[in-house]
């Protein structure tokens, strides 16, 4: 599975952006995985920000983006999204999608996650 994230960029505080995900390989149902988002800030960990189901039914978010960041997908284009509202400088980071293919484990943790995207950065500026 290669995983292909987008739209990051350079915005103000109090901005929107829209970070896509697309995902494609052979003999492979995107309906399959649970995807999620997590990022990586200058020096720290990566965290946590949103997952969503396999049909798109829940949603599932850290707090610290909770009613501002909004995930989706439409397995039709094999694609996730991450709409981001009133961006913050703290959520200057490096973003990545993820798939995970087994329903058990962590849907908040990394290491349950067995496919990346590239990475895409978002920088929010003061």
């Known amino acids: 599975v290669q995983l292909q994230a987008s739209g990051g960029g350079l915005v103000q505080a109090g901005g929107s952006l829209r970070l896509s995900c697309a995902a494609a390989?052979?003999?492979?149902?995107?309906?399959?995985?649970?995807m999620g988002w997590f990022r990586q800030p200058p020096g720290k960990e990566r965290e946590f920000v949103a997952a969503v189901s396999w049909s798109g039914g829940a949603t599932y978010y850290a707090d610290s983006v909770k009613g501002r960041f909004t995930v989706s997908r439409d397995n039709v284009k094999s694609t996730v999204y991450l709409l981001m509202n009133n961006l913050k400088p703290e959520d200057t980071a490096v973003y990545y999608c993820?798939?995970?293919?087994?329903?058990?484990?962590?849907?908040?943790?990394?290491?349950?996650?067995?496919?990346w995207g590239q990475g895409t950065l978002v920088t929010v500026s003061s």
């Open positions: 993820a798939a995970k293919s087994e329903a058990l484990g962590s849907r908040y943790s990394a290491s349950e996650y067995d496919y």
């Open positions: 390989a052979s003999g492979y149902t995107f309906a399959n995985y649970f």
